[in-house]
């Protein structure tokens, strides 16, 4: 059993080069994994009109959560940061000025606290005013 792990460590020493074996030898590293979850995002208006507000409503996010909320226009993107409440909701406000009438605007949410990631997105499409 001994000489077949040895076997094995020598062959991989040999495909991958020096570092191979010193890697080997070495204690297993403990990496830290992410936990991914979905959380909830809605759109106060999904058609707002020019020169008015949207405000995208965030819950299902871990207590005092960082939240990143992001609004991809046609030639720009809108990052905004907030902290979710101890319920795990938050909520940011767009002021839509000149948006591109008609155009989907993305709309997506990313939420973080110590190794738990939440992600989730929506759209809204302005209109005239």
Known sequence: MRSRRLTALALAAALLGPAAAVGAA???ATAATTVR?????TMSTTRPKQYSSTTARISHVGSRAKVVVKAKYKTTTNTKSTTATTAGKASVTYRISRATVGRRVPVTVTAKKGSHV???STSFVPRHR
């Not at 979850?37 to 995002?41: D, K």
């Open 37 to 41: 979850s979905h959380c909830t995002v």
């Open 26 to 28: 070495a204690a297993p």
């Open 118 to 120: 939440w992600t989730c």
